[in-house]
């Protein structure tokens, strides 16, 4: 298995770069020559691909905080439920890494746990959700600039429900329900959000998506 750290992000750039290019080359040599089928420069050009494909999946799995970052594959997964003593373990390290990033909320996936648990900030403190489930009370919806710590730069206005009912275990291991709306009700459908593998990025129209997702791959991920 191949292990990549940030030592190596200089080097796999570098690979990226210079694989493009040589693809980009042996795409207009063959052009250049349609009557003349090279079955060497079609060969060299798939290596080529193979190599540009791999060293970007390895610099996206690169992350150098604690907060794992888009396009890291665990925030597409949907997280599978857990028991009481797995989500208390990691409920502890999810408020050390939230407070430390000055987040409204957090998920598990985004520290690399593909697991249904959240934390939402409220007045008195950090509400852990365990397993849980959201239903809309409300049709209503508010429209919020919303931000993500796995998407760092990438600000969207997504519509959500005003007011949603929570079905949660709480840490102790009862089962409650609660009510939460307008800024609450946001944080909790954000965060619930990625225990299905959705991201912010997910609520706008496909063109602006394809910008907003090349400019933050080059200038949150690739050249950071």
């Not at 925030?75 to 430390?100: G, H, N, T, W």
Request: charged share 20%; proline share 4%.
């Amino acid at each position: 298995m191949f292990y990549f750290n940030t030592k190596h992000r200089v080097l796999l750039r570098s690979i990226v770069i210079l694989s493009f290019l040589g693809f980009m080359l042996f795409l207009i040599l063959q052009l250049r020559n349609l009557n003349q089928f090279c079955p060497y420069c079609i060969l060299i050009s798939i290596i080529l691909v193979v190599i540009f494909l791999f060293c970007i999946c390895a610099l996206n799995s690169i992350d150098n905080g604690s907060v794992v970052k888009y396009p890291n594959l665990v925030l597409r997964k949907k997280a599978k439920e857990v028991s009481l003593k797995e989500a208390k373990d990691l409920i502890q390290k999810m408020i050390k890494i939230v407070v430390e990033e000055d987040g409204a909320g957090l998920a598990a996936p985004q520290i690399g746990e593909s697991k249904r648990i959240a934390l939402v900030q409220t007045e008195n403190g950090f509400m852990p959700l365990i397993n849980p489930k959201i239903t809309p009370l409300s049709l209503k919806k508010i429209t919020i600039n919303e931000g993500c710590l796995s998407l760092p730069g990438i600000w969207v206005d997504v519509p959500r429900y005003k007011k949603i009912k929570v079905e949660t275990l709480t840490t102790s291991g009862e089962k409650i329900t609660l009510e939460a709306e307008d800024i609450l009700s946001v944080i909790i459908q954000h965060e619930t959000d990625h225990l299905d593998g959705v991201l912010i990025i997910d609520k706008i129209p496909f063109p602006k998506k394809i910008s907003v997702f090349i400019n933050y791959l080059i200038k949150e991920r690739f050249f950071k």
